[in-house]
Each structure stands twice: as C-alpha cells, then as structure tokens.
C-alpha cells in the first residue's frame, strides 16, 4: 500500500476546507472567536468526519472511479477496498470520540452526520437528485455543527443555506461531468433519468439561488469585506453560464471546478469578516 494514498484518499482540501467552515460557522454564531479547545473539537470532528465520509465514498465507488477516477488511490491499486473500509471506520470512531467531549447534541449531531455519509456512498448517490441533495445537506451540516457546539444557531444558519444551494449546482454539475461512469454502474442520477440540458437548468436554478442567498450574509459581518464577494458571485454566474451553454464533460468539469474556486473564496471572505469586524 502507498503510504500516501492514505491522505489522499481523504481528500484533504475538502476536509481542510470543511473544518474551517465548520469553525466559521462557531465564530458568527457566537459573534467572536470561541473557546480554543472547543474550536479545536469542532476542527477535528468535521475534518475527520469529511475525510472518513471520503474514504467509504471510494470504497463504495470503486466501479464507477476505475472509469471515471481511474488515477484515485483504489482504482490504481495504491490502498485495498479492505483497507479503505476499515481506515474509513477508524476515521468515523475518532470523530465520534471527539464530538463526545463537546456535548451530547454534537454527539448526537456528528453520528447522524456520520450515518448519512455512509448512507449516502452506500445506498443513496444512484438515487436521481436525492444523492445530491444529501451531499449538500451534509455541506449545510458544518457550519451548524459549529454552531451547535457553541449553543445557538445565529447567523451560521445564513451560511448553511448558501453551503446547501451552492453544492446542489455543484453536485448537479458533477453529474453531468461523470455521466459516462455512472451509466456503467447503473446509477440513476438527474442526468441520467432527465437528460443533461435539462438537469443543467437545474444546476443554473441553484446557482442564481446561491448568489441571491449570498446577499443574506451581510448580517452575518461580512459587511467589511463585503465587496469580495462581488467576484465570487461572478463567478458562480460564469459557472452556470458555462453549463448551460455546453453540456459536454469538458464544461461541466470547468464549471464544477470554478464553483468550488467560489466556495473557498466565499469561506475566506466570511472568515476574514467575521474575525475583523
Ligand atoms: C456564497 C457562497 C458560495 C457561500 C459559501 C457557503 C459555504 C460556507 C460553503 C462551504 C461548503 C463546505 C462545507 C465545503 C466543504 C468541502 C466540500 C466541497 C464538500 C462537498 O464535497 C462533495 C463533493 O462531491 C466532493 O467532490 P470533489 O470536491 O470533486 O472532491
Ligand atoms: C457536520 C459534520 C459533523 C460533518 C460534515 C462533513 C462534511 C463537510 C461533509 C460534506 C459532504 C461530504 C464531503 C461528503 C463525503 C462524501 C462525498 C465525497 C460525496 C461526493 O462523492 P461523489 O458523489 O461520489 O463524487 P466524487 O466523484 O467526488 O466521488
Ligand atoms: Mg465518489
């Protein structure tokens, strides 16, 4: 086994990403930075809980990835689907121990969490628009895990809903990008059972929501750095320009790929507004 392929497989931008969120969405639920190790806590259950969610989504992929992902860890033979599966429960028990040393709702928060990722790479991804709309719920979860460690929802709930749409056009556009793949293995994805324009439509819809949602925020201090999410929801317009005018995978991997650019940007600017307002 590579060792590498161990972090890799957890795709550690994604779980990187995630943790901050999910401490983003502590700090403008409390209105300051929480307390060090309760922020650390949180850090950890997320990012551990992203990364296990991952490695089983891999382990239950591995059909579909040997044509659409013929280079990740398990299709290339660098990790054994055994390995991956144990390695997955390994992450999820960590994560689990965590959340136990924040309160018994992060517990409870973090195991459903935890089970639905599961659920999702097992049973619910083939599922038309369910599989999507379970992933981006999972991305609304982090910041209001954060929230939910420091005791109140306050304006994370602004930031889960943009999470949610934002990652329902992103999902949407993903399938459309692994059309090829998902077909081999049977899965009914939107693409699939209504046709790629049309589930393009659908991806534009969540898109222009995103950039309407992104307004709600303001409330939620980013009103200092503000203008920067002028770019990001240009961005997240050029993306569903691109998907509508191109549904070949070639556009939708660009258009994907520049929702995720508007992600992290997005999350950098809510940061740095919630810490210097
Ligand atoms: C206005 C605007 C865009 C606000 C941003 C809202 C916000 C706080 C988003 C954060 C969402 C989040 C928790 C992201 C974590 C990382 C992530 C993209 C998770 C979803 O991954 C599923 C995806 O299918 C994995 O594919 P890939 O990224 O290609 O590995
Ligand atoms: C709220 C708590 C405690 C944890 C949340 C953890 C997070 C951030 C979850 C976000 C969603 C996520 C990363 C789910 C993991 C499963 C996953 C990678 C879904 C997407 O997989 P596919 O749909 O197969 O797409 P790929 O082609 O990228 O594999
Ligand atoms: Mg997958």
């Not at 982090?142 to 929802?153: M, S």
Request: charged share 15%.
């Amino acid at each position: 086994m590579e060792a590498k392929a161990l972090v890799e497989i957890t795709r550690p931008h994604n779980c990187i990403l995630a943790g901050v969120v999910g401490l983003l969405g502590a700090i403008v639920a409390a209105g300051h930075f929480p307390d060090p190790t309760k922020a650390l806590l949180v850090f950890l259950v997320v990012t551990l809980g992203c990364a296990a969610g991952n490695t089983i989504n891999d382990y239950f992929d591995y059909e579909i990835d040997r044509i659409n992902r013929p280079d990740r860890p398990l299709p290339r033979g660098a990790m054994s689907r055994r390995a991956a599966f144990w390695y997955s429960m390994v992450l999820f028990a960590l994560g689990l121990a965590f959340a136990s040393l924040i309160s018994i709702y992060a517990l409870i928060f973090a195991a459903v969490a935890y089970l639905m990722m599961f659920l999702y790479a097992w049973k619910l991804k083939p599922l038309p628009f369910v599989g999507n709309v379970v992933v981006a719920g999972l991305t609304a979860a982090t910041p209001l895990y954060g929230a939910i460690a420091v005791g109140k929802i306050g304006l994370a709930g602004h930031l889960a809903l943009c999470a949610f749409l934002v990652n329902v056009a992103r999902e949407v556009i993903k399938d459309i990008e692994d059309v090829e793949g998902d077909l081999a293995k049977g899965a009914k994805t939107l693409p699939i059972v209504i046709g790629k324009k049309k589930s393009a439509y659908i991806g534009a819809l969540f898109a222009f929501l995103t950039v309407i949602a992104s307004f709600l925020p303001v409330k939620a201090g980013v009103g200092v750095s503000y203008i920067a999410m002028v770019p990001v929801d240009a961005l997240i317009l050029y993306s569903a320009y691109l998907i509508l005018r191109s549904q070949d995978r070639e556009a939708a991997h660009l258009s994907q790929k520049l929702l995720k650019i508007s992600i992290f940007l997005a999350v950098v600017a809510f940061m740095i507004a919630s810490l210097v307002r």
